[in-house]
């Protein structure tokens, strides 16, 4: 007997695919990052690299290596169409806001999937001591 599941009725969803999954979540995750729509374009190439590079690599620093490699970057750089000089530019802008730190892809934009890979979890918590704390001030 399989369990029945229960799909809550008061849950947001989008449609997406898997040529733009990663860049919805990295346009709902805006507000964490701060990247430019072009930022989001590179960035997005990126993830994907990282998760398909994940399915045969267990290391992280290697997987991380392996994503961030000259020629992915290339492959990235061919991808979207960009000159060398603005790839860097773009490759400075996600260094200078955190989404690549110490050359790695920073852990808290890698999203989270379900063991299926068909669901990306997206939390939004309330913190009441932070609104408690900014009244007081």
Partial sequence: MT???II???VSGFKVNDDNILQKWLSLTYPTHKLTDKEIDVAAIFLRKYFENKKN???EELLNRVTFSTESRRSVREELKMTPTYFQIILKGLREKEFIKNGLINPKFIPSFNKDGNILHLFILKNESVSSNSAKT
Avoid: A, E, K, S
């Fill in 3 to 5: 369990p029945i599941q």
């Fill in 8 to 10: 809550p009725t008061n």
């Fill in 57 to 59: 690599i267990i290391d």
